[in-house]
């Protein structure tokens, strides 16, 4: 076996990427990952006719020159996503350049989180900057102008105990998440009763809101519903949805349950909560960005509602955990509508 057969041998079982191009700076070898990766079959054309990035390019040029390993970056992309590859140039051998190993790793997911990270961490001092800014307004007029007048110092107050509990709220939803996302691989095997769980939020739903006309009106199914659940957690996910519909979707709520012997996403049997309202609507553009943390259609009205950004993050967190789906539809004056769909217990 020669040289190049065995190197093709090693890139064929790479889990990677990988071709391999000799010093007329033809394609030699390519495996299955890299015709995928490159949209063809390349064996046999000048690299520069499946590599048609400047950057790469050099690269390669350059340790077919002078034998040295280098490093560059192919971008990538697919349908609707974009890829970043690191790419390894490798000279065969180290006397001449005889040739370069290619080999391309995928870098997207680690740059993504890193982002994602970056992000993260700069929505979180924004959101909190606001209200510390306040209470320390606050502070230092209450240590001067305020300190002898007792109407005024009722006021700012009032005010510190809001943005306080804002900033509380805000901790406290960011703790259920990172607990949320570090039981996302544990399916909870408690029992569950729909029902009751969904009549509980729409009490305290009730009871939070008792000043509005309409609130959250829910027909219980005839029969039982059991899931294999947390019910705290699904207390949360309605609780959330139900609020939302209370703020934002007109003061009120329709609850709906369907039971279909098989739903087609989870593959059996399966509840659907329709927690429908008679709101403005969301435009279409929104809708795929509403579980995002933070993401917020309209952001001085959700905080001055007391919203932090995060709730349907958690709702959407809570019923991936339980083996569900959260689906949005809307129409613009219309109303909007939320459906959690979760199996149901197949041992109860």
Avoid: W
């Avoid at 307004?137 to 006021?155: K, M, V, Y």
């Avoid at 009490?203 to 705290?232: C, I, Y």
């Amino acid at each position: 076996m020669d040289r190049i057969e065995a190197f093709t041998t090693v890139i064929s079982s790479m889990p990677m990427p990988a071709l391999i191009i000799g010093r007329s700076r033809r394609v030699l070898s390519m495996n299955a990952d890299a015709c995928a990766l490159l949209g063809h079959d390349g064996t046999g054309l000048h690299f520069t006719a499946i590599i048609r990035q400047p950057g790469p390019i050099a690269a390669i040029e350059a340790t077919l020159a002078d034998a040295e390993h280098r490093r560059s970056v192919y971008a990538a992309r697919d349908v609707d996503r974009d890829f970043r590859h690191e790419m390894e140039v490798t000279p065969l051998r180290k006397d001449a350049a005889a040739g370069v190993l290619i080999v391309f790793q995928d870098v997207s997911d680690a740059e993504g989180l890193g982002q994602m990270r970056r992000d993260f961490v700069a929505n979180v001092s924004h959101e909190l900057r606001t209200p510390l800014t306040a209470l320390l307004g606050f502070i230092e007029t209450l240590g001067g102008a305020a300190a002898n007048d007792p109407a005024a110092r009722a006021s700012f107050l009032d005010m510190m105990q809001h943005e306080a509990e804002r900033m509380n709220r805000l901790v406290q939803d960011l703790l259920s998440l990172s607990q949320l996302e570090s039981q996302k691989y544990s399916r909870p095997e408690g029992k569950v009763d729909l029902s009751e769980v969904i009549g509980e939020a729409a009490r305290l739903m009730h009871n939070a809101f008792a000043t509005m006309k309409d609130g959250v009106h829910f027909d219980a199914p005839q029969e039982s519903v059991f899931l294999n659940g947390n019910r705290d957690q699904l207390l949360q996910v309605f609780r959330n949805l139900f609020e939302n519909a209370m703020k934002y979707g007109g003061g009120s709520a329709q609850v709906r349950v369907s039971l279909p012997a098989r739903e087609a996403i989870l593959r059996g049997p399966a509840a659907i909560v329709d927690i429908i309202d008679r709101g403005p609507g969301i435009e279409a553009h929104h809708i795929p960005r509403l579980t995002e943390r933070f993401y917020r259609i309209d952001a001085h009205r959700s905080r001055e509602q007391g919203g932090t950004g995060l709730g349907l993050a958690i709702v959407k967190h809570i019923v991936g955990r339980h083996g569900g789906r959260l689906r949005i539809s809307s129409v613009l004056g219309e109303g909007s509508t939320f459906s959690v769909v979760l199996p149901r217990a197949k041992n109860f």
